[in-house]
Structure formats: C-alpha cells, structure tokens
C-alpha cells in the first residue's frame, strides 16, 4: 500500500491494516485521511504539531509509490470502464474526471489505462483541491459540470463509495454505483442503479 510505504520511508512507524483503511477511507482526501488517522493518536502538542506540519510531504510520498504501482501496472480498470468509456465518446457524449485525488494520480491512472491519448479523451478533469470541500460535499461536481456547461440532468456520474454518491446526488446527478472491494459493505441506499460491475451496462440513448 503506497501509504504504508510512505510511513516506512518517514519512519513514523505506522501500519494501516485492510480494515483499518477501510475505515479510513470514509474520510475523503489522502491528506485528509493522514489527519483523521492523526486525531485518534495519543501525542503530544508539540509532537502532533509536527507531524500535522509533516501530512503535506508524507502526503506527496505516498503519491509517487501509488503512481510507481500505476505505472506497473498494479491498478487496471475495472470490468467494462473501457468499452462504456469508447462508446460513449462514440455516440458524441462528453466524458469527465470529479475526484478527491491529486492531478498527479490522475494522470498516472489515465496514462496506464488509457496510454498517452487519456487526457485527450476527458472534457474535464476535476480534481479534489480546486474545491474548497471534498466529498460527500457536491463541490467537484459542480465544478465539473460548470466546466462542462452542461446541467446535472444531462450527465451520469459512476461511483463507488457512499461519499461518492452523496456527493453526486447533491449535485442533481443521476449516479450509477459499482462498488469496490473497499466499499461492498456501505449502504447504497438512494443510488439510481448499484451494479457489481460495468461489464454489459448499455449505454442510454443520447
């Protein structure tokens, strides 16, 4: 996990287990998810005041294991985003990124996926810290779709979290849940449609 490895490579002696990150990962933003992990440790002033000063740095380590393990090919797409993805663009649809993660993970993932013509393929790509709130707040949503120019009922948003789809339909989107082996226990409830995956999904008539 590219946040253990960045503990390691800080000597902070921290460890998340599985579950522990599953837990975790109800927090929105890898920084975050530092913070709130932080919070529940028994430190004192001047030892928390450091580390807190330290998630930013911490934080970028993390970035550059995770986009090593993209690069290697560690995180592939998931059943059916590919096709789901050329079809849309096919049939004149827009496709878009509203994300709590950084821009460099963005791009790592688009680069292994997609190869080098994933940028080209997104209209937008919203990423966590041009918004003032993180999921389940609405607010890299609506950045998307202002930056779309296009009204919420005219998109579908796919997600995986429950922070996800709060977040979406806050922002008047029809949205679409596959969940993850991280998220398989949340509650859905309030989803339009929940798939185990995307493979065989139609698109709808645009």
């Not at 330290?54 to 690069?71: C, R, W």
């Not at 994300?99 to 940028?119: E, H, I, K």
């Not at 009204?151 to 806050?170: T, Y």
């Not at 509650?187 to 065989?200: I, K, M, R, T, Y």
């Amino acid at each position: 996990m590219a946040f253990n490895n960045a503990f390691e490579r800080y000597k902070l002696g921290w460890k998340w287990s599985q579950d522990a990150y599953r837990e975790l990962l109800k927090t929105t933003g890898g920084k975050e998810r530092i913070a709130a992990y932080l919070a529940t440790l028994a430190l004192g002033s001047a030892e928390r005041r450091r580390l807190t000063e330290l998630i930013p740095a911490i934080h970028a380590e993390k970035t550059k294991f995770y986009s090593a393990f993209v690069a290697g090919g560690a995180i592939p797409l998931r059943d059916g985003v590919l096709r789901l993805a050329e079809e849309a663009l096919a049939a004149g649809g827009k496709l878009a990124i509203a994300s709590t993660t950084t821009p460099a993970n963005v791009d790592a993932l688009l680069q292994s996926a997609f190869g080098a013509r994933g940028l080209s393929m997104f209209s937008v790509i919203a990423c966590g810290d041009q918004v003032g709130r993180k999921k389940p707040a609405p607010d890299i949503y609506r950045l998307a779709l202002a930056s779309l120019r296009l009204a919420p009922d005219a998109c579908i948003a796919f997600e995986d979290s429950v922070n996800g789809l709060r977040a979406a339909k806050a922002a008047g989107l029809a949205t679409v849940i596959t969940p993850s082996r991280w998220t398989a226990e949340e509650d859905f409830g309030g989803a339009d449609l929940v798939l185990p995956s995307l493979e065989g999904l139609e698109l709808p008539q645009l």
